[in-house]
């Protein structure tokens, strides 16, 4: 099982980012994908969700309105569209996919907001 982060970078604020995640190797369905993300000398704090089925999403508040986590069934990938970034939003951004037969994690892409 792997899951695997991209599309990380330093970007200015007010800019846009998309981060992706891809999960290979599993055996039991997907239930859903979250997006964290640790900021330096921080812990790993939630930003968005999605169900694998239905669609459902949720959103940390620090983030509604200006990210967007999406999904492509066929290629197993999750999306994080990140616009009008901020400062604050400087941190590693980590993938989490909840499978049926347990819970797997990136090892996260880093994102870096500049002034």
């Known amino acids: 099982v792997q899951v695997v982060e991209s599309g990380g970078g330093l970007v200015q604020a007010g800019g846009s980012l998309r981060l992706s995640c891809a999960a290979s190797?599993?055996?039991?369905?997907?239930?859903?994908v979250n997006w964290f993300r640790q900021a330096p000398g921080k812990g790993r704090d939630f930003v968005a969700f999605?169900?694998?089925?239905?669609?459902?999403?949720r959103y940390a508040d620090s983030v509604k309105g200006r990210f967007t986590i999406s999904k492509d069934n066929a290629k197993n990938t999750a999306y994080l569209e990140m616009n009008n970034l901020y400062t604050e939003d400087t941190a590693k951004y980590y993938c989490?996919?909840?499978?049926?037969?347990?819970?797997?994690w990136g090892t996260g892409t880093l994102v870096t907001v500049s002034s």
């Open positions: 989490n996919f909840g499978a049926r037969d347990g819970n797997y």
């Open positions: 190797g599993f055996t039991s369905g997907y239930v859903f």
């Open positions: 999605i169900h694998w089925n239905d669609n459902t999403t």
